[in-house]
C-alpha cells in the first residue's frame, strides 16, 4: 500500500513536455538545478528548498526523506531558518511568542517556556477553530439580518407605493374639490352679477321714462310762462303747476365702485387658512414620512463636544410671549418684570401665565444651552397647539409639554400632571438633547462637566418648540438661549 502511496504522488508530478517548463520570475526555482532552474513542483520545510520534478523524487524514494514536510513551492522558506544559528526553527517560544530553532533554547532563549512548534500549531489550530465558528455563526446571523432588511425593503417599496398611490387619490380629491368651489364661487359671482344688473337696468329704464315725463312737464310750464294773457295764464297754472316726486330718485343708493370685493376678501382669508393648514400639517407628514425605527437610530453624543455637533440656536417668538415677560437681546434672553408690556394681541399669546415659546420648530437631532438667573424658571420643550390660556396651557401640566423646573434647591421634572424630583449638581446651565426621531429628550447640568438630569423616552407626534416658563414670585429672573457657535 507504501509504494501505491508514493506511485500516485509521482504520477501528480509526470506532466507532458509542454507543461514541464522552467522557472519565471514569479515562479519558485529549483534549489538543485544548475544553469537554467526549473519550476519547483513542492518545498520542503525541514530541508529547507525547493525542488523540480526530478530533483524531488529522492523525497520518495529515500525512506529519512520521506518523513520531510513537503508543501507547495513557496518562496519564503528561508523566513523558517534561524538567522542567528542557520537552523530549521521547529521550536516555538512561548514566553517571546516566537518560532526559534533547538539552540536557540540553549542560550537566548534558555529557560523559556518552549513547544515543538507543531503541538503550538495544534493549540492554535483549534482556537483558530473556534474563531472560524464564530465568524461562521456571525456570518449566519447576519445573513439572517439581511434577510430581514431586505424583507423591509420590500416592505418599505409596498407601503411606500401604497402611500404615494393613496395621496394621490386624496389629493385629486381635494383638487376636485376646491375646483367644484371654485366653480360654484364663479357661478353664483355671475348669478349675482346677473340679478344686480338687471335691477339696476330696470331701474334706469324707470328714471329714464320719468326723465321724458319731466321734460315733458317742463315744456308745458315753458309754455304756460310765455303766455301773455294773465286769464289764460291764470285758468291752466292749477293743472300744470303741480308736480308730483320722483318714485325713484331717494330710493337709490348708489354703492362705491365696490360689489365683489368682499368675495375676493374671502376667497383671499379661505387662501391664508388653507396655506396656514398646509404649513402645520406638513410639518407632520413630513415626520410621517421621515420616522425611522429607534433602533437604528444614532446614540446619544458623549461629550458636549458631540453634542455640539448637533447645535440648535434658538430665538423667541414675540407673538407667544407673556405680557410681563420682557425680551431682549435679539429675542435670545427675556426676563420677567411686573411691569405690562404692550404687545399687540395675536391667537398664539400666552395670557394667563409667564411663558413664551421658541420660533424655530425642532425636529430630528438638536442640542441646546439655556442659562438661567434667579428664582425659579422652568426650560420646556412644546408642541405648537398648546393652550394659550388657563391651567392646560401651563408647560409639563400636560400631555404636549415636558418642562425642567430649576432654582438652587435642585430640579424638578414634570409631564402631564406628573412631577419627579431629580438630583444632580445645581448649576445656571441646562443642556437640552433632543432627538425627535428616536423620542429622546434629555436634560443636562452644565458646569466643567456634563450631568444628566432627567432623560425621557417617548414617541413625538408633532415638531416641538423650546420654551421658558417663570414663577411670578421672582422678579428680575431671567433665561437665555446662548448663542454657542
Same mark, same amino acid.
Given at each position: 500500500?507504501?509504494?501505491?502511496?508514493?506511485?500516485?504522488?509521482?504520477?501528480?508530478?509526470?506532466?507532458?513536455?509542454?507543461?514541464?517548463? #522552467?522557472?519565471?520570475?514569479?515562479?519558485?526555482?529549483?534549489?538543485?538545478?544548475?544553469?537554467?532552474?526549473?519550476?519547483?513542483?513542492?518545498?520542503?520545510?525541514?530541508?529547507?528548498?525547493? #525542488?523540480?520534478?526530478?530533483?524531488?523524487? $529522492?523525497?520518495?524514494?529515500? $525512506? $529519512?526523506?520521506?518523513?520531510?514536510?513537503?508543501? !507547495?513551492? *513557496?518562496?519564503?522558506?528561508?523566513?523558517?531558518?534561524?538567522?542567528?544559528?542557520? !537552523?530549521?526553527?521547529?521550536?516555538?517560544?512561548?514566553?517571546?511568542?516566537?518560532?526559534?530553532?533547538?539552540?536557540?533554547?540553549?542560550?537566548?532563549?534558555?529557560?523559556?517556556?518552549?513547544?515543538?512548534?507543531?503541538? !503550538?500549531?495544534?493549540?492554535?489550530?483549534?482556537?483558530?477553530?473556534?474563531?472560524?465558528?464564530?465568524?461562521?455563526?456571525?456570518?449566519?446571523?447576519?445573513?439572517?439580518?439581511?434577510?430581514?432588511?431586505?424583507? %423591509?425593503? %420590500?416592505?418599505?417599496?409596498?407601503?411606500?407605493?401604497?402611500?404615494?398611490?393613496?395621496?394621490?387619490?386624496?389629493?385629486?380629491?381635494?383638487?376636485?374639490?376646491?375646483?367644484?368651489?371654485?366653480?360654484?364661487?364663479?357661478?353664483?359671482?355671475?348669478?349675482?352679477?346677473? &340679478?344686480?344688473?338687471?335691477?339696476?337696468?330696470?331701474?334706469?329704464?324707470?328714471?329714464?321714462?320719468?326723465? &321724458?315725463?319731466?321734460?315733458?312737464?317742463?315744456?308745458?310750464?315753458?309754455?304756460?310762462?310765455?303766455?301773455?294773457?294773465?286769464?289764460?295764464? @291764470?285758468? /291752466? #297754472?292749477?293743472?300744470?303747476?303741480?308736480?308730483?316726486? *320722483? &318714485?325713484?330718485?331717494?330710493?337709490?343708493?348708489?354703492?362705491?365702485?365696490?360689489?365683489? !370685493?368682499?368675495?375676493?376678501?374671502?376667497?383671499? %382669508?379661505?387662501?391664508?387658512? @388653507?396655506?396656514?393648514?398646509?404649513?402645520?400639517?406638513? &410639518?407632520?407628514?413630513?415626520?410621517?414620512?421621515?420616522?425611522?425605527?429607534?433602533?437604528?437610530?444614532?446614540?446619544?453624543?458623549?461629550?458636549?463636544?458631540?453634542?455640539?455637533?448637533?447645535?440648535?440656536?434658538?430665538?423667541?417668538?414675540?407673538?407667544?410671549?407673556?405680557? #410681563?415677560?420682557?425680551?431682549?437681546?435679539?429675542?435670545?434672553?427675556?426676563?420677567?418684570?411686573?411691569?405690562?408690556? +404692550?404687545?399687540?394681541?395675536?391667537?398664539?399669546?400666552?395670557?394667563?401665565?409667564?411663558?413664551?415659546?421658541?420660533?424655530?420648530?425642532?425636529?430630528?437631532?438638536?442640542?441646546?444651552?439655556?442659562?438661567?438667573?434667579?428664582?425659579?424658571?422652568?426650560?420646556?420643550?412644546?408642541?405648537? /397647539?398648546?393652550?394659550?390660556?388657563?391651567?392646560?396651557?401651563?408647560?409639563?401640566?400636560?400631555?404636549?409639554?415636558?418642562?425642567?423646573?430649576?432654582?438652587?434647591?435642585?430640579?424638578?421634572?414634570?409631564?402631564?400632571?406628573?412631577?419627579?424630583?431629580?438630583?444632580?449638581?445645581?448649576?445656571?446651565?441646562?443642556?437640552?438633547?433632543?432627538?425627535?426621531?428616536?423620542?429622546?429628550?434629555? =436634560?443636562?447640568?452644565? +458646569? %466643567?462637566?456634563?450631568? @444628566?438630569?432627567?432623560?425621557?423616552?417617548?414617541?413625538?407626534?408633532?415638531?416641538?418648540?423650546?420654551?421658558?416658563? =417663570?414663577?411670578?414670585?421672582?422678579?428680575?429672573?431671567?433665561?437665555?438661549?446662548?448663542?454657542? +457657535?
Amino acid at each position: 500500500m507504501a509504494e501505491k502511496g508514493v506511485q500516485l504522488d509521482q504520477e501528480k508530478f509526470q506532466t507532458s513536455p509542454a507543461e514541464d517548463c #522552467y522557472a519565471g520570475p514569479e515562479d519558485v526555482a529549483c534549489d538543485v538545478c544548475t544553469g537554467r532552474k526549473r519550476k519547483a513542483v513542492k518545498s520542503c520545510l525541514f530541508c529547507p528548498a525547493s #525542488y523540480c520534478r526530478d530533483h524531488l523524487q $529522492p523525497h520518495y524514494d529515500a $525512506p $529519512p526523506l520521506k518523513k520531510h514536510k513537503l508543501v !507547495e513551492p *513557496s518562496k519564503s522558506l528561508q523566513e523558517n531558518i534561524c538567522s542567528r544559528h542557520d !537552523e530549521v526553527m521547529k521550536i516555538f517560544c512561548r514566553t517571546d511568542q516566537q518560532c526559534i530553532c533547538y539552540l536557540c533554547t540553549m542560550d537566548e532563549h534558555k529557560g523559556h517556556e518552549a513547544v515543538p512548534a507543531a503541538a !503550538e500549531r495544534a493549540e492554535k489550530q483549534k482556537e483558530l477553530q473556534v474563531r472560524r465558528q464564530q465568524i461562521q455563526q456571525r456570518i449566519q446571523d447576519q445573513e439572517k439580518d439581511v434577510k430581514l432588511l431586505q424583507q %423591509e425593503v %420590500e416592505a418599505i417599496n409596498v407601503s411606500a407605493d401604497k402611500a404615494v398611490e393613496d395621496s394621490e387619490k386624496i389629493f385629486t380629491e381635494m383638487i376636485r374639490l376646491i375646483q367644484k368651489r371654485r366653480s360654484d364661487v364663479k357661478q353664483q359671482i355671475r348669478s349675482q352679477q346677473e &340679478t344686480e344688473v338687471s335691477r339696476v337696468k330696470e331701474l334706469q329704464e324707470k328714471l329714464e321714462q320719468e326723465i &321724458t315725463e319731466l321734460k315733458r312737464k317742463d315744456a308745458e310750464l315753458k309754455q304756460l310762462s310765455d303766455t301773455e294773457d294773465h286769464s289764460q295764464f @291764470l285758468l /291752466n #297754472y292749477p293743472s300744470l303747476s303741480a308736480l308730483s316726486e *320722483s &318714485t325713484y330718485s331717494s330710493s337709490i343708493n348708489i354703492r362705491p365702485l365696490r360689489y365683489f !370685493e368682499d368675495v375676493t376678501a374671502a376667497v383671499s %382669508e379661505l387662501r391664508e387658512k @388653507l396655506q396656514d393648514i398646509l404649513r402645520d400639517t406638513w &410639518t407632520n407628514i413630513s415626520l410621517a414620512v421621515t420616522e425611522e425605527d429607534v433602533s437604528l437610530s444614532e446614540s446619544e453624543p458623549k461629550t458636549r463636544a458631540g453634542f455640539l455637533n448637533y447645535l440648535q440656536n434658538i430665538t423667541m417668538d414675540p407673538n407667544t410671549v407673556h405680557r #410681563y415677560l420682557l425680551l431682549f437681546n435679539g429675542n435670545r434672553k427675556i426676563q420677567f418684570i411686573e411691569e405690562e408690556q +404692550s404687545y399687540p394681541d395675536h391667537p398664539d399669546r400666552f395670557t394667563d401665565y409667564n411663558q413664551v415659546l421658541s420660533r424655530e420648530s425642532l425636529t430630528g437631532r438638536c442640542y441646546w444651552e439655556v442659562e438661567w438667573r434667579g428664582g425659579r424658571v422652568y426650560v420646556a420643550v412644546s408642541y405648537k /397647539n398648546i393652550s394659550r390660556a388657563g391651567v392646560k396651557c401651563v408647560f409639563g401640566i400636560n400631555a404636549k409639554s415636558w418642562s425642567l423646573s430649576c432654582d438652587t434647591n435642585g430640579y424638578t421634572f414634570y409631564h402631564n400632571y406628573i412631577q419627579t424630583s431629580l438630583s444632580g449638581p445645581v448649576s445656571s446651565r441646562i443642556g437640552v438633547y433632543l432627538d425627535h426621531r428616536a423620542g429622546i429628550l434629555s =436634560f443636562y447640568s452644565i +458646569s %466643567e462637566t456634563m450631568t @444628566l438630569l432627567h432623560r425621557v423616552q417617548t414617541r413625538f407626534t408633532q415638531p416641538l418648540y423650546a420654551g421658558i416658563r =417663570f414663577r411670578s414670585l421672582f422678579e428680575g429672573a431671567s433665561a437665555e438661549f446662548l448663542k454657542l +457657535s
